[in-house]
C-alpha cells in the first residue's frame, strides 16, 4: 500500500465549477499535510498547508482535513484555465514527505 | 534570483558515465533533499541532509551518492548512469522544523 494514494484522474472540469481533489493516507503518525501544484515539466509549488482537522481557506482554495479518516482533500473554486495542472497531497511524519502520484485537472473553457 | 537552483537544467549522458547534479539554495534552510520524478509515481526520496554532517538514505538510494559541500549546497551523483535512471530529479529545502519544502526547478536527465 502506497503511503499516499490521490484519485488517478484524470479530472476535467468546466471553467467556473469546483475541482474536488482527494487524498488518504496510511500513517496515523503523519502531523502535516500539504498540496502542491505541478505544471507539466516544472517544479512543484506550494498551494496550501494544513495542521489541524477541518477546513483552511486561502482564495479559491480550500483544504479539508480528517484525521480520523486519514483524508485530506483539496476544493477548487471557480476554476480557471490556469489552474490546469497535476496536484500532489503529501503527508509529513518525522523527517520526510511521503508524495502521492498526483491528480491531473483539465479546466475546459 | 531563484531561492533554490539546480545545474544542469538538462542532459543527456550514456550508459556508463558518471554524472553530477548541483543544487544551491540562498533560503538559508539547514535541511536539503533530492527526489527523483518518474510518471505515474510522483516524487521518490533519494537522500536527505539534515545538516553538513547529516545524510540519510532515502527510499531509492541504490545506485546514488550525495555530497554536502556547504550549508547552501548538495550535490546528487549517479556514479555509473543506466537508462532506468533517466527522470525529472528535484533538489528541496527545509527550515529545521522540516515540514515545508520548497523544490528547485527540477533537472531532466536522460541515459541512453
Redesign the interface.
Known sequence: QKEVEQNSGPLSVPEGAIASLNCTYSDRGSQSFFWYRQYSGKSPELIMSIYSNGDKEDGRFTAQLNKASQYVSLLIRDSQPSDSATYLCAAHNDYKLSFGAGTTVTVRA | DADVTQTPRNRITKTGKRIMLECSQTKGHDRMYWYRQDP??????IY?S?DVKDI?K?EISDGYSVSRQAQAKFSLSLESAIPNQTA?Y?CATSDRI?????????T?LTVL
Open positions: 505515474g509515481l510522483g516524487l521518490r526520496l536527505y539534515f540519510n532515502g525529472l528535484f522540516g515540514d515545508t519544502q520548497y523544490f528547485g526547478p527540477g531532466r
